[in-house]
Structures are given as structure tokens and as C-alpha cells.
């Protein structure tokens, strides 16, 4: 069981910028590929960004490309997202999750573990 915990949210203005934690319990997080997806009031839950295991390899949503970085600390259990110049549009619920396999990277059905969430509000 691998439970994952997000922080980091909160409220901002358009333009700024804010770093999403994932802290991630056991000692097998290493084998876990990453995702970030997000979730705005009436909409789909959709995919952010992804890493895989070791690190190599890096996805990314279009709407996110150039602003967002994922990346992670195998040493300390814990993967980030850090957003910058951030828009109302990336207002939401974002989660974490962690996944067996460095594959189907996008796909929420394809995660087996999920964190509770953490709010990003950005106003205009």
C-alpha cells in the first residue's frame, strides 16, 4: 500500500507561480511512475504531468507545457509539480497518484494510488 500525501496549494493571481508536494509513504517509491492530474468543479478529471520511475522521462499536458515542471527526490519520497505563470484556467483540485509501470502515463484508470487533493485557486 503506498499512501500519498499533497500540499502545497492555495490561492494566487494570475501569473504566479506555486510548487505542488506529493509525500509518499514505504520504501518502494522509487518504482513508481508519478502523475499530477487536476479536476476543476463540473469538469473531467485531467491528466497534468507524469515521471517516470527513475526520473528520465517527463509528460506533459499541452495546456501545461512550458509553465509546469514536474520532477522528484527518490531519496525523499516525494515527487513536485512547480507551476509557474499560472492562469485562472489551472484553477482546480489537483492529486497525485502513483503507478506500477513506466507506460500509459496519461490515463487516470491507470493509477493505482491516489493522494486526497489539494486546492489551486487563481484569480484574474
Known amino acids: 500500500q503506498v499512501q500519498l500525501v499533497e500540499s502545497g496549494g492555495g490561492l494566487v493571481q494570475a501569473g504566479d507561480s506555486l510548487r505542488l508536494s506529493c509525500a509518499a509513504s514505504g520504501r518502494t517509491f522509487s518504482i513508481y511512475t508519478m502523475g499530477w492530474f487536476r479536476q476543476a468543479p463540473g469538469k473531467e478529471r485531467e491528466f497534468v504531468a507524469a515521471?517516470?520511475?527513475?526520473?528520465?522521462?517527463?509528460y506533459y499536458a499541452d495546456s501545461v507545457k512550458g509553465r509546469f515542471t514536474i520532477f522528484r527526490d527518490n531519496a525523499k519520497n516525494t515527487v513536485y509539480l512547480q507551476m509557474n505563470s499560472l492562469k485562472p484556467e489551472d484553477t482546480g483540485v489537483y492529486y497525485c497518484?502513483?503507478?506500477?509501470?513506466?507506460?500509459?502515463?496519461?490515463?487516470?484508470?491507470?493509477?493505482?494510488?491516489w493522494g486526497q487533493g489539494t486546492q489551486v485557486t487563481v484569480s484574474s
Open positions: 497518484a502513483a503507478k506500477r509501470f513506466n507506460t500509459i502515463v496519461a490515463r487516470s484508470t491507470e493509477y493505482e494510488y
Open positions: 515521471i517516470t520511475s527513475g526520473g528520465g522521462s517527463t
